[in-house]
């Protein structure tokens, strides 16, 4: 078992983790303040390994995520992202925070991100073969053929029907949905998979059934999860570590189940307290 103190087997590296997004104002735009979204994240995470980076809306938690993937730039105009985040390829430790946009092509197949909405992250006038193909045809040379193969196995491994790629996303459900997402993630054979809230509009037993899945998947392929999400009660089923992020900063972080049981930090335990608790003995 790998200890705390080996680095061995760290696949990412966050260090001193810092974003502003500015705010313009006036007839003439110019920068008026800044927001701090994100203030001084380190953290680590290994092979296999699932962090679970928890906190309310607006704490930052997502934008973690998207400065991991290296799309913040691409998304806001003239963001300040700050520190490092070392991503351990196996040519050699390259910092994603520093590259730009035609750099970071090669490591992005092994980084991949399941948004929080599978009702606006498909494309609705795309199949979904097409959805789940797009990013062989970018990052691989893969024949046609070969990728409609592969489209295929992937369907198989998240549980739904190869027949189902010449459908469109209005077709299915949530929980369908979702699977599609976390296919089209898995298509490059990525190392780290990003979870941004991936189950959060979804059903109760739903839920149980992504979170299952997705178990199985990390099992099979070797992934590592950063699985992001306001609950503690469905993080402490899929993470080994859990970080709880409050105005920008990790207040807490330590083994799941001790989080869950024993929290210290009083958002912590303000945040287990939210979580419903099915007991009919106990009073209001």
């Not at 998207?66 to 992202?81: E, P, Q, S």
């Not at 027949?163 to 993630?185: D, K, L, M, N, V």
Request: charged residues 25%; contains cysteine; glycine residues 6%.
């Amino acid at each position: 078992m790998t200890t705390a103190t080996d680095t061995s087997d760290v696949i990412l590296d966050l260090q001193d983790l810092r974003v502003r997004f500015p705010v313009f104002g006036g007839i003439i735009p110019r920068k008026t303040s800044e927001v701090r979204a994100v203030d001084g994240v380190s953290l680590t995470l290994r092979r296999g390994e699932t962090v679970g980076l928890v906190g309310e809306s607006g704490c930052g938690k997502t934008t973690v995520g998207r400065a991991i993937v290296n799309i913040l730039r691409k998304m806001t105009y003239r963001v300040d992202i700050e520190g490092r985040i070392v991503y351990h390829h196996p040519s050699g430790a390259v910092d994603l925070a520093s590259l730009g946009q035609r750099q970071m092509r090669r490591y992005r197949p092994d980084l991949q991100m399941v948004f929080q909405d599978p009702y606006s992250s498909l494309n609705p006038r795309m199949t979904v073969g097409a959805i789940v193909e797009e990013p062989l045809r970018i990052h691989t040379r893969q024949t046609k053929a070969e990728r409609r193969d592969r489209v295929r196995w992937l369907l198989e491994k998240v549980r739904l029907s190869p027949e189902h790629a010449t459908r469109y996303p209005h077709e299915f459900s949530g929980g369908q949905r979702q699977r599609i997402g976390i296919a089209r993630a898995l298509a490059t054979n990525p190392k780290i998979v990003i979870a941004d809230e991936p189950v959060s509009a979804l059903d109760v037993s739903i839920q149980a059934q992504v979170i299952n899945l997705m178990q199985d998947l990390q099992e099979e392929f070797g992934l590592s999860y950063i699985f992001i999400s306001h609950d503690l009660s469905v993080v402490r089923h899929i993470a080994n570590r859990i970080c709880v992020m409050y105005f920008g900063r990790i207040v807490e972080e330590g083994p799941a189940e001790e989080i869950y049981l024993r929290p210290q930090h009083p958002y912590s335990k303000t945040l287990l307290a939210a979580v419903p608790r099915p007991d009919p003995d106990r009073r209001r």
